[in-house]
């Protein structure tokens, strides 16, 4: 049974950093894809950031330049780490994985907020 779980975030102020974990209860090689999402209250759930199981990377372009996507194979764990961090940046984030044969899976999400 595939599980994902966030951690990591937290109240942080304008301009600050935060390192967003998502831990995989399987290896995540046999992912795809691995994404991190956020959703702002009102607001549809936003692609941030991507990472293929071959470390291929994409950002939305309000993130890139401040936000790293990484993946961990030996630790089973995706990370996201946002530097720079603006108001407009507060959101629950959300970790979501595909399998190279099979569905997608999503962690019950972290809460990010960043003070102004």
Not at 22 to 38: K, Q
Not at 42 to 71: C, H, K, M, P
Not at 94 to 111: F, H
Request: proline content about 3%.
């Amino acid at each position: 049974q595939v599980q994902l779980l966030e951690s990591g975030g937290g109240l942080v102020q304008t301009g600050g950093s935060l390192t967003l974990s998502c831990a995989a209860s399987v290896n995540i090689f046999s992912f795809a894809t691995m994404a991190w999402y956020r959703q702002a209250p009102g607001t549809q759930r936003e692609l941030v950031a991507t990472i293929s199981r071959f470390n291929n990377v994409n950002y939305t372009d309000s993130v890139r330049g401040r936000f790293t996507i990484s993946r961990d194979n030996a630790k089973n764990t995706m990370y996201l780490y946002m530097m720079s961090l603006r108001p407009e940046d507060t959101a629950v984030y959300y970790c979501s994985a595909s399998l190279v044969v099979g569905g997608t899976y999503w962690g019950p999400g972290t809460q990010v907020t960043v003070s102004s």
